[in-house]
Structure formats: C-alpha cells, structure tokens
C-alpha cells in the first residue's frame, strides 16, 4: 500500500558529507511521522533522527550537531543531511514512516535502506 524509496548513500571520507532521501508514495492519506535509523553490522537498529507532520525533530545523541532532518510534507519525503561524518557512522540507513493510507489503517512502514560507509 506505502512505498518507501531511500536514495543518497554512497562511500565518504571522515569529515564529509552526504545528504538521504527518502520518497513515500502510495495509498497515503497522511504521514504522521517520519524518521531514520541505521544498522552497523553485528549491532541492533538504532533511531538516528526523526520529525513530525509539525516540524518537530528528535535526534540521537551521537548525531546531535552533526545530523539534521527535514521533510517536504507536499512531496512525502523526508531528508538527512549528514555532516562531520565519522566512521562509526558507517551502516545501512533505513527510512521509517508512520502512514495513515487511504483506507483510514495506520502503520509503520520501511525503505530497503541506502548504505552509508565512512573511511577513515
């Protein structure tokens, strides 16, 4: 019913910077909630930042200064800006979203992720 498609990953020095996307589409009526998470190999899933319909952001602490987040409520997507990158920010990004379809049935649904490595 929803579709999420990440796109902006790729391979960056320690320093650099990159910027996600992440397109929803399908049976939308609303997006409450949208958000990004990334997993390191061997290590559990982990919020890296997410934002409400209003505007309102929440990021982790390791992100904090470094990471921001935005979306473009008129286009279904959600950004993530990515400066100072780190190594240990190196994982499998994957966008989350929070969907009212059309149908009036609310769920949480996921992108395929987008790889981000940071070299040292």
């Known amino acids: 019913q929803v579709q999420l498609v990440e796109s902006g990953g790729g391979l960056v020095q320690a320093g650099g910077s990159l910027r996600l996307s992440c397109a929803a589409s399908g049976k939308i009526f609303t997006i409450n909630y949208m958000a990004w998470y990334r997993q390191a190999p061997g290590l559990q899933r982990e919020l890296v930042a997410s934002i409400t319909s209003g505007g309102s952001t929440n990021y982790a602490d390791s992100v904090k200064g470094r990471f921001t987040i935005s979306r473009a409520n008129a286009e279904n997507t959600v950004y993530l800006q990515m400066s100072s990158l780190k190594p240990e920010d190196t994982a499998v990004y994957h966008c989350?979203?929070?969907?009212?379809?059309?149908?009036?049935?609310?769920?949480?649904?996921w992108g395929q992720g987008t790889q981000v490595t940071v070299s040292s």
């Open positions: 989350n979203a929070r969907v009212t379809t059309t149908f009036i049935e609310t769920g949480d649904y």
